[in-house]
């Protein structure tokens, strides 16, 4: 019986086709408290504040506290102010 030819396949060909299944849901982006307080232009001690005052959500990996980019639009859209 003969061999059928392998032919290359690159990641680009699978985002191509389209899928007939449930869609891949991709993770959320976690950012750590440096680059949360990097951002907003506060310190570290800040955010750790936030979330120790459970206004700022913050999951627990082990040892490192990450904040979903979820939970930090969230955060945002409570503080802002109307004029």
């Given at each position: ?30 950012y ?47 503080r802002?102010?109307?004029?």
């Amino acid at each position: 019986m003969p061999r059928a030819a392998l032919r290359p396949v690159s990641a680009a060909s699978f985002e191509e086709e389209p899928r007939s299944g449930p869609q891949k849901r991709t993770l959320p982006r976690f950012y750590t408290t440096e680059e949360v307080s990097d951002s907003l232009s506060v310190s570290p001690r800040t955010v750790s504040r936030w979330i120790e005052r459970e206004e700022l959500i913050a999951h627990e990996f082990g040892r490192s506290v990450r904040i979903a980019d979820d939970d930090l639009r969230a955060f945002l859209a409570r503080r802002r102010r109307r004029r």
